[in-house]
């Protein structure tokens, strides 16, 4: 600061390679460029190993299997910008499977089911977003609580079976293609340039990072932090309802067990897409592709002749890598 | 000049604890009035009763002669009061503008499809920063890339920005070196030149004598003395906080 009006005399050129060379040396665009990076190199050593990993039906079935991670980190994206977590994600995606499969079997119209899904997400979404604002118990707490109160229900509606939904609409999200593209994978792009839009052109996204950063500011500053944390875990619970339909929709029954891995893999989306885990500080294009990134290593390590059980371990261990990248970032 | 805000009779209790046990004070407008006080003084009871993260339990506010009430900080904002906490209230990891607008974002579109204008919000604060003529880098800065006293310069300006009767600075220079402190000094004068009103809240009596045209000092949940700053000494403000020489 100076009591002078500053002076630029720098030619502009200087400036823009002054800007260039400092945001190559800086944390943050590494960060923002880890995942994208990653998601290259892996698609050139797998497909350098086996060729047909790289052949368009391969790209685009794999990007089909990408679909639910991708819209669960979505979800989970909310929640971690808010510098918490929602631990009742994967819980919320089958219990979301059993209230669609539970309405269809009461001979509702198959929208009104997918909307009873989405509004199951809603719900939880919107216990977790009061408990954690409101009553202020931590969101770690709250969601765990909620993760085996909503598995508990999910099990008690369903007593455990699945339900045959044998409906050519649904079934079509995830079979239909659009130029070899499955419908599915396109519903979660546009589900993503959506949720952008709402984090970085509107009020309420820049109220959700400003209370994500600092929310003894954000009070200060006349936000109502409870409102916020609501509508954000909310925004993350109709994601899992998303997620119900989707889910459904591929396996063409309802899924009462709730699979933990779904969990792990938004997680680890959001932490491989550079989303600061103590809030405030978001991309939407991160989680995307890091749950393109997990669902191509996943297939990758099949391709090799992996077994199955490798993948969680591997998950696990990208996890605690990218937050080990991310450490004591605020 | 004018009184622009007049505190009558203010208490607030917490408990069994009484904040403030009757302030008054009048706060005129175009100048720099400062409160002083030692730790627990009620100084920043009574000024949290202004910026409305309290309410008084009893007794007035008024500004330009007209009673308010607070229940929110929104609701001391509405009325044109703006107030610079000692934690600045920064958001660190977003931009100056986004800051500076927080909360008062500039939006186009129809309710319910309202999208940031965000061009138009770089552009005015970037405009406000360049008239207060303070260095702050580039209004898309985060601000946690900032120095103490160019983070202090956004929260001013931010103030600035806003303020239609009074802005409050709460220890402005406390966490600040002697340079940038000057720096900040030499704002909040600049502030006061284009017309607003402000109010400081300080520990450091040199500063106090410095910048301010009237002080009031608090003791015990009272304002027991208020004077000219130019008619007292540093020694005398000193006597006059800690109780040992007697009130105006």
């Known amino acids: 600061m100076t009591t002078q009006t500053p002076t630029r005399t720098r030619p502009s050129v200087d400036e823009a390679a002054h800007a260039v060379r ?34 368009w039906p391969s790209i685009t079935s794999m990007l089909a299997d990408a679909t639910i991670p991708i819209v669960l980190a979505l979800g989970a ?9 929602d631990l009742s994600l994967a819980a919320t995606v089958a219990l979301g499977s059993v ?18 899904a989405l509004l199951t997400g809603l719900a939880i979404g919107a216990i977790n977003g009061t408990f954690i604002g409101w009553v202020r118990i931590p969101d770690f707490i709250v969601t765990l609580g909620t993760l085996s109160v909503v598995m508990g229900l999910s099990l008690i509606i369903s007593q455990g079976k699945p339900v045959q939904i044998p409906e050519r609409a ?56 409870p409102r916020i944390k609501l509508a954000g875990y909310m925004i993350c619970g109709a994601m899992a309802g998303v997620g119900a339909i989707m889910l459904t929709s591929y396996i063409g029954s309802s899924q009462p067990a709730t699979n933990t891995d779904y969990l792990l893999k938004a997680i680890a989306a959001v932490v491989l897409g550079g989303v600061s885990l103590f809030g405030g500080r978001a991309t939407i294009y991160g989680p995307v592709i890091g749950a393109i990134l997990l669902t191509f290593l996943q297939s990758g390590l099949t391709l090799l002749g992996v077994s199955a059980f490798y993948s969680p371990l591997m998950i696990g261990i990208v996890v605690i890598a990218a937050a080990t990248l991310m450490r004591g970032r605020k | 000049m004018t009184d622009k805000i007049v505190v009558e009779n203010i208490h607030k209790s917490f408990g069994n604890v009484d904040a403030l046990k009757g302030a008054s004070l009048t706060i005129k407008a175009g100048e720099i009035t400062a409160i002083v006080g030692d730790n627990g003084a009620g100084k ?14 009893e007794g007035e506010i008024r500004i330009d002669g007209e009673p308010v009430r607070f229940s929110s900080p929104r609701d001391a904002r509405d009325k044109g009061i703006e107030t610079v906490y000692q934690d600045l209230a920064l958001s660190d990891q977003l931009s100056v503008w986004q800051n500076m607008y927080m909360d008062r974002e500039l939006v186009a ?41 160019q983070r202090q310069a956004v929260a001013i300006a ?51 004598k410095r910048l301010s045209q009237q ?28 109780g040992a020489v007697r009130t105006v």
Not at chain 1, 25 to 54: C, D, H, Q, Y
Not at chain 1, 77 to 84: H, I, S
Request: proline letters at 3%; hydrophobic letters at 50%.
């Open chain 1, 170 to 225: 649904l079934t079509a999200i995830s079979t239909a293609n659009i130029g070899g593209i499955r419908v599915n994978f396109l519903i979660a792009i546009a589900l993503a340039i959506v949720l952008h839009v709402v984090l970085f052109r509107t009020r309420f996204g820049t109220h959700l990072l400003a209370v994500g950063d600092n929310p003894d500011a954000a009070k200060a500053m006349g936000l109502k932090v």
């Open chain 2, 158 to 208: 931010r103030g600035v920005m806003w303020a239609k009767n009074m802005i409050i600075l709460d220890e402005p220079t406390a966490a600040l070196g002697l340079n940038e402190t000057a720096q900040v000094e030499a704002l909040i004068r600049r502030v006061v030149e284009g017309g607003k009103t402000v109010l400081v809240v300080s520990h450091n009596f040199e500063q106090v």
């Open chain 2, 44 to 57: 920043s009871t009574l000024v949290k009763c202004l910026t409305g993260l309290y309410t008084p339990d």
């Open chain 1, 99 to 116: 209230t669609l499969a539970t309405a269809y079997q009461a001979g509702l119209p198959l929208i009104v089911c997918c909307g009873i």
């Open chain 2, 109 to 149: 579109g129809i309710p319910g499809f309202q999208f940031l204008r965000r061009g138009e919000m770089k552009r005015r604060a970037a405009e406000l920063i360049a008239d207060l003529a303070v260095n702050v880098p580039g209004v898309g800065r985060s601000v946690k890339r900032l120095s103490g006293g």
């Open chain 2, 215 to 242: 002080v009031w000092v608090m003791r015990g949940g009272r304002v027991v003395g208020g004077t000219r700053t130019e008619e007292v000494s540093g020694e005398q403000l000193v006597g006059m906080v800690t």
């Open chain 1, 22 to 55: 400092r945001s190559l040396t800086s944390e943050e665009t590494w960060m923002k460029l880890a995942a994208p990076v990653a998601l290259i190199v892996l698609a050139i050593v797998l497909g350098s190993i086996n060729p047909r990993f790289l052949s």
């Open chain 1, 77 to 85: 994206t909310f929640a971690v910008t808010l510098a918490g977590i």
